[in-house]
């Protein structure tokens, strides 16, 4: 079976998406525009009044105007809708935990009341809704600036970058030191075990659905950390939230593409000719991780290693290859190079059970007060959301090992 239509057009659809030729033309001419008519660069921010990330955003605003030649015009928003965040409660109670943590890493006080002069009252939200989804997103904490969005402190650092490019630094510092750079790995050796301590390996839990752009831009870093620190990886599918009859509005995808792309050139990882594998590439995906699963669990291993390596192969050919997990072909392709043969695809194809188990990890990921992927857990500790949370997953397995990571919260 060959590429199905609708994975080529899809294919041919997300490469000029993601373009980084059409995206830098388009900046360019954005630029010459502002030039030949004088106008002054603007970023517009949108503030969530009751939401932490827009807290800390705000709380950039006068170092982000220091740092640059620009204006900032800032909107008050209402939180999005439930189309584009369908779980409000456990988007908020992650949000406080995520955010207080975020800030303590960054030093960043977040700032208790909204800009100043700021209206945030029932019209002005209104205004600043329709303006924001007019510009074509749906969150708070969003900075906006000639055609591209940058969400939060986690996304001041892409955006410093293009206006330093822009030559709208005011100086070489802030061209070459982001106000907010996002958080390192340090890849520790952590402290032997006190003697009568622990000898038990942390376990790593990786919640993760292969129709997510974010969980490749993690799964590597998460294999990489659990072998570092001699943590089990376990690996824990679940379903695609559109299906599991949770709504991706389109503004929703072309923003998650776009910010993948942009980390994705961050992290030195290939992205954009996407095949997209919702439906039946998935379930036959999910199939062949749980298929390999169990080889792991024959072979007496502790960590998913084989599981893994289909997941990452997966992974890289739908949203790096283009290949269609669909067909017979592109199934292959990416069973063999993680070591599975035409035998383990017949297996793997006429067993059902990763459905049971997809909907045990949601369960158990909905229990621990994240329903979205990549999450992450070290044994009991609170689970964590987002590639760009690698950081606080290595705190955790730093204190899991008796460790105190340098930045971590006390």
């Known amino acids: 079976m060959r590429a199905r239509p609708s994975a080529v057009v899809g294919r041919q659809f997300t490469r000029a998406l993601t373009s980084t030729a059409l995206r830098d033309a388009r900046r360019r001419v954005h630029a010459w525009r ?32 220091a740092r640059h030649r620009i204006r900032i015009e800032t909107c008050a928003v ?112 952590p402290p032997p075990a006190p003697q009568g301590a622990r000898v038990t390996p942390p376990t790593l839990h990786f919640y993760c659905s292969l129709r997510s752009p974010y969980t490749w831009l993690a799964a590597g870093r998460v294999r990489q950390l659990a072998a570092h620190y001699g943590a089990d990886l376990q690996l824990r599918m679940v379903l695609p939230m559109v299906m599991r009859g949770l709504p991706v509005p389109w503004p929703k995808r072309r923003y998650i593409l776009l910010d993948a792309k942009r980390e994705a050139e961050r992290l030195g990882l290939p992205f954009g000719c996407v095949a997209d594998p919702v439906g039946t590439p998935t379930g036959r995906g999910l199939a062949l991780v749980q298929h390999a699963l169990r080889q792991d669990a024959r072979a007496g291993r502790r960590d998913s290693r084989a599981g893994m390596a289909v997941a990452e192969s997966f992974l890289r050919g739908v949203f790096a290859e283009g290949i269609d997990a669909g067909s017979d072909r592109g199934l292959a392709h990416i069973a063999a190079r993680a070591g599975l043969d035409a035998r383990d695809i017949r297996e793997a194809l006429a067993d059902e059970g990763w459905r049971a188990v997809a909907e045990n990890n949601r369960l158990d990921l909905l229990s621990r007060g994240l329903w979205g992927v990549p999450s992450f857990r070290i044994d009991e500790l609170p689970a964590l959301w987002g590639q760009d949370r690698l950081w606080m997953l290595e705190q955790d397995l730093l204190t899991a090992l008796g460790a105190t990571p340098p930045g971590a919260p006390t």
């Open 34 to 65: 502002r030039t030949l008519t004088g106008a002054e660069a603007r970023v517009q921010y949108f503030h969530q009044p009751d939401d932490p990330y827009s807290a800390l955003a705000a709380a950039s605003l006068p170092a982000l105007e």
């Open 78 to 189: 209402p939180p999005p809708d439930r189309a584009a965040a369908p779980d409000m409660e456990r988007l908020r109670d992650w949000s406080r935990r995520d955010a207080r943590r975020l800030a303590e890493q960054l030093g960043l006080t977040p700032r208790a009341s909204p800009p100043a002069g700021l209206a945030t009252d029932a019209a002005a939200l209104r205004r600043g809704a329709a303006l924001r989804t007019q510009l074509g997103h749906y969150l708070g904490a969003m900075f906006h600036f000639e055609g591209e969005w940058y969400w939060g402190v986690d996304r001041l650092h892409h955006l410093e970058r293009r206006l330093a490019g822009q030559g709208l630094a005011r100086g070489t510092d802030a061209a070459m030191a982001p106000f907010a750079p996002p958080p390192a790995l340090q890849w520790l050796t």
